[in-house]
């Protein structure tokens, strides 16, 4: 099936379901708010507090998913609630508006294009061109891509990928990334005064990273796999790079849920318009996208993504660090 043909055949799920797509996002705000306030009170007994934070992590991630979509224009759109909502949203998770469009829909036109822009996505490099770099240049190459890197996507991904750099580069046409640090900082340092240090650590701290290292591995991971292909632009076609160089990630229903359906990736790339809840039933209705290149969150799985780091044209695959010099 082509890419025409196959954009086609899922066209007729890129349509909302409105008062599903309100339904979902209230009770996931309800849901992470409640989360928060139990990992700030400090009346709550303390396991529940830790529980509370590690899930207020994750329900940062589902409505992430939501903004996500509200960008792709798959959701809500026309509403001015939901724009103050997913603004406000953009701006406290540290990705603001200007510039996880600009990145993400660079991403999607250019994604697993070789000798490209990695805007919005992590770098990948040819074996022969690994080899041709000078030591700064590998030396950044495989920082990027380093595990504590994407574990600290906080950090590395959100703060300075997203905030500083886009502002510093930037300027005014990213003015909202100052908008987000101050808005950000502002909401952690008045949980610090106002309910201490333990509050800031169980209620803003943890849950920060938490959704910045699961939403930073997931990113990667969806196009960083065993088996993901890359080709160079002039070979590059829309759908064969959706169906073969992004994932299906296999997770339970519950994580499935947490992540707002975005291991269904594949899917996402065919076409950004239908909205995250219909994703599997996408995938339960297309035969052409049952077969996708797969990967999980099992330990193995993610130590096998994170030895990826070249592409090698003459294997037909990514390849790891040893193998770059064999």
Known sequence: MGTKELILETSKFAKEDRVKSWRLLIVSL??????????????????????SSIIAGLLVVRIFIMYHDYLHKSILQRSKLA???????????????????????????HNSKLYTSSIGSYPIVTKEDYLKASKKE?????????????????????????TIR?????????IDSLYAIIFHFGIGALIWVFFG?????????VPALISSAMGAYLFYAQHNFPSAVFRPKEDW??????????????????????????????????????????????FKSIKALQNPGTTSLSPLEIIRCFRLKVWDPERGRMIGRREIYA
């Open 237 to 282: 076609d829309f759908a064969f790079a959706a169906l073969n160089s992004s994932s299906y990630m296999k997770m339970s229903k519950v994580m499935h849920w947490f992540t707002g359906n975005i291991g269904y990736h594949h899917i996402h790339h065919i076409n950004s318009k239908i909205p995250f809840y219909r994703l599997p039933e996408v």
């Open 30 to 51: 309800i849901l992470t708010v409640g989360a928060y306030v139990l990992a700030i009170w400090s009346a709550v007994p303390l396991a529940l507090r830790i529980a």
């Open 83 to 109: 724009e103050w909502i997913f603004k406000l949203y953009g701006m406290f998770i540290l990705a603001p508006i200007s510039i996880w469009r600009r990145s993400h829909d660079h991403h999607h036109a």
């Open 197 to 205: 240090p333990l509050a800031f650590l169980l209620g803003f701290l």
């Open 138 to 162: 590998r030396f950044i190459y495989m920082m990027v891509r380093h595990p504590l890197t994407i574990a600290f996507g906080y950090i590395f991904a959100f703060l300075i990928g997203m």
């Open 166 to 174: 886009s502002l510093v580069n930037g300027g005014k046409k990213h």
